[in-house]
């Protein structure tokens, strides 16, 4: 069993900034792509931010310049860094990871349970 549990959500004013955390715990034995994925009301779930486990990033052209992912491979966890916050950022932010219980075996994609980001005066 994987859960991923996010933290870091919260209301922030237009211009502001949050740290999203995610960490993953359960029996894993290897992590492959992480990322993060927001959804708001009445939309379809995009991606946000990826990163593989060498480091290599990938972001969503309305988040690039503004918006920062890491993680920490030692901790299970991934970071999303958000700076100058605008309105439209407004959604619940879902951690997603692809987790293999075998280090040599296939990895299976486990999402968190999201966590609201709300960006308003």
């Known amino acids: 069993q994987v859960q991923l549990v996010e933290s870091g959500g919260g209301l922030v004013q237009p211009g502001g900034s949050l740290r999203l955390s995610c960490a993953a715990s359960?029996?894993?034995?290897?992590?492959?792509?992480m990322g993060w994925y927001r959804q708001a009301p009445g939309k379809e779930r995009d991606m946000v931010a990826t990163i593989t486990s060498g480091g290599t990033t990938n972001y969503a052209d309305p988040v690039k310049g503004r918006f920062t992912i890491s993680r920490d491979n030692a901790k299970n966890t991934v970071y999303l860094q958000m700076n100058n916050l605008k309105p439209e950022d407004t959604a619940v932010y879902y951690c997603h990871a692809r987790v293999a219980f075998v280090y040599y075996g296939p990895s299976y994609p486990r999402w968190g349970q999201g966590t609201q980001v709300t960006v308003s005066s």
């Open positions: 359960g029996s894993i034995s290897r992590i492959n792509d």
